[in-house]
Nanobody
Framework: QVQLVESGGGLVQAGGSLRLSCAAS????????MKWYRQAPGKQRDLVALITRGGTTTYADSVKGRFTISRDNAKNMVTLQMNSLKPEDTAVYYC?????????WGQGTQVTVSS
């Protein structure tokens, strides 16, 4: 079992910044890639960014140059630094990991960007 707990969401004006954190606990030894997804009302859940255990990162085109994903393997934590936020970034953001072939999700954290 893996537990993922997100924090750091909130309300921010367009152009502002937020930092999301995801703390992993439990059977984390087999986790390689950790990901951030987001889901806006009425839309599907989309991948925002991912980072491998070795630090390789991938970003959705819509957030490249604005968001940065990082990882602290010693603390079992992954963060998402979000800069130059836009109203279209408004969504619930979810942390995701796969361990021993099972998929785990956090509870989600709301990010709201006002124009």
């Amino acid at each position: 079992q893996v537990q993922l707990v997100e924090s750091g969401g909130g309300l921010v004006q367009a152009g502002g910044s937020l930092r999301l954190s995801c703390a992993a606990s439990g059977s984390i030894f087999s986790i390689n890639t950790m990901k951030w997804y987001r889901q806006a009302p009425g839309k599907q859940r989309d991948l925002v960014a991912l980072i491998t255990r070795g630090g390789t990162t991938t970003y959705a085109d819509s957030v490249k140059g604005r968001f940065t994903i990082s990882r602290d393997n010693a603390k079992n934590m992954v963060t998402l630094q979000m800069n130059s936020l836009k109203p279209e970034d408004t969504a619930v953001y979810y942390c995701h990991a796969v361990s021993s072939g099972r998929s785990y999700w956090g509870q989600g954290t709301q990010v709201t960007v006002s124009s």
